[in-house]
């Protein structure tokens, strides 16, 4: 499995990003795709989740209505689109996914990863 997150760049406060996650390698049926951040001395942390065939939105609670996660399972790629960016939204944004369609909100649980994508938000 291989997962490409692409998108980032550097935006001013108040801006948007919309990132991308080209997913190769299997079928994904309706296993679990999620994004998580990691700011520069911070652990990582869960954005949001969903089922590749679409579904249920799953969102940290200090980010649910400025990001929304979704699928286009047929090009086997997700998106996280961020709108209203903060400088506090800085970070590295990763995409992950399983071979089991149950949410979770631990990195740790998560077999397989992109390489990351850096969002920088400017005050």
């Known amino acids: 499995v291989q997962l490409q997150a692409s998108g980032g760049g550097l935006v001013q406060a108040g801006g948007y990003l919309r990132l991308s996650c080209a997913a190769s390698g299997r079928t994904f049926k309706d296993y679990v795709v999620a994004w998580f951040r990691q700011a520069p001395g911070k652990e990582r942390e869960f954005v949001a989740a969903?089922?590749?065939?679409?579904?249920?939105?799953y969102y940290s609670d200090s980010l649910k209505g400025r990001f929304t996660i979704s699928t286009d399972n047929a090009k086997n790629t997700a998106y996280l689109q961020m709108n209203n960016l903060k400088p506090e939204d800085t970070a590295v944004y990763s995409c992950?996914?399983?071979?089991?369609?149950?949410?979770?909100?631990?990195?740790?649980?998560?077999?397989?990863w992109g390489q990351g994508t850096q969002v920088t938000v400017s005050s």
């Open positions: 969903m089922r590749w065939t679409g579904g249920n939105t």
């Open positions: 992950a996914t399983n071979s089991d369609r149950y949410i979770r909100r631990n990195a740790a649980l998560y077999h397989y």
